[in-house]
């Protein structure tokens, strides 16, 4: 069995029905401030727009909370969806983070959008899409950015990232297929590949980086993370009645974007049809659902398949005390 992996947490901030979004931004709070006490490495947050089940729009809002409340746990983003944002706002605002907050800062960037296409026009303040080499280009000149380039603009005139500082942020790239984990080995960044999506392409995604990647002056060995859903409790049947609020939120969501999370008591009496079963049969798939020992065993595989430096377990478990647990089960 693989060496045991660095653990750390992803959060999407998720909405249960009949629970305000600010409690789930709250309890966001006070997760980190447990994955803090149970020795995690890092606490990420997401990134998504006109999700009302996903309350995490404004990551380097909640990264700067997150820091302020926090002492040794890595903060980052997990992340940062750059076609929302130009490079130099993003830059300027993880070197601010990374001022109050110094070698605790991480700045994961995706290429998806987060969101629907008219509301990522929005962001954007434009409706044209976006072409294929838009985010390898935004990518280099985060970078550029970030380690202290300037941009000509004309006779006396340049751009740069204002506050400058020493050491900047590390840059991750998050991906979910091969082309990722390609862009991110030719450019010698770390990776994070989103197994929690994406379970059936992880092994291909992460073989195809370390086998292709270029050392680089911060990162001279390949580094990968893999993200998990993690639902788990006692006993199997209780982390079984708990996965419930996910898997009814993994099919509704396919055709209504803004539903949110159901209850569990409220997902267990809505069966699900054999198609429905079967997708999501497929997305717990690689996963970590189950008791303690389920888990381990799980966990045990998923690094085995991938190789992972890291797993970055996300937990959309409706009982917040219930979720803090799953995360205690996890760190044992």
Do not use: C
């Amino acid at each position: 069995m693989s060496a045991s992996p660095v653990l750390s947490v992803l959060d999407t901030h998720p909405v249960f029905e009949g629970v305000p979004a600010q409690t789930s931004i709250r309890n966001g709070l006070e997760l980190a401030l447990a994955a803090e006490r149970l020795g995690y490495h890092r606490y990420w947050v997401a990134e998504h727009h006109n999700t009302p089940g996903l309350a995490s729009s404004a990551p380097t809002v909640l990264i700067g909370r997150v820091a302020a409340a926090t002492e040794r746990i890595r903060v980052g983003s997990g992340g940062v969806m750059l076609p929302n944002h130009p490079p130099l706002v993003v830059a300027e605002q993880f070197a601010t983070l990374e001022v109050f907050h110094p070698g605790r800062i991480d700045l994961g960037v995706g290429r998806a959008p987060g969101t629907d296409p008219l509301t990522a026009g929005a962001l954007r303040r434009s409706s044209d899409p976006l072409s294929a080499q838009d985010f390898p280009e935004q990518v280099k000149e985060l970078e550029y950015y970030l380690d202290g380039g300037k941009t000509p603009r004309g006779p006396g005139l340049e751009i740069r990232a204002v506050p400058e500082i020493p050491a900047r942020p590390p840059v991750w790239m998050l991906g979910s297929s091969p082309s990722s984990g390609l862009l991110a080995a030719g450019r010698g960044m770390p990776y994070a590949y989103a197994n929690h999506l994406r379970p059936d392409a992880a092994a291909a995604a992460t073989r195809a980086y370390r086998e292709n990647f270029q050392p680089s002056e911060a990162f001279p060995e390949p580094y990968v993370i893999v993200t998990a859903f993690l639902i788990a409790a006692d006993t199997d049947e209780e982390a079984a009645y708990q996965s419930g609020s996910l898997a009814h939120a993994l099919v509704s969501g396919r055709s209504n974007p803004f539903s949110l999370f159901p209850q569990p008591e409220d997902a267990a009496r809505r069966p699900l049809s054999a198609a429905e079963l079967q997708l999501v049969q497929a997305s717990f798939a690689g996963q970590l659902i189950g008791s303690a020992d389920t888990v381990k065993a799980q966990l045990a595989d998923l690094v085995d398949r991938t190789g992972a430096d890291e797993v970055m377990a996300v937990a959309p478990i409706a009982d917040h005390a219930a979720r803090v647990h799953a995360y205690e089960i996890l760190a044992r």
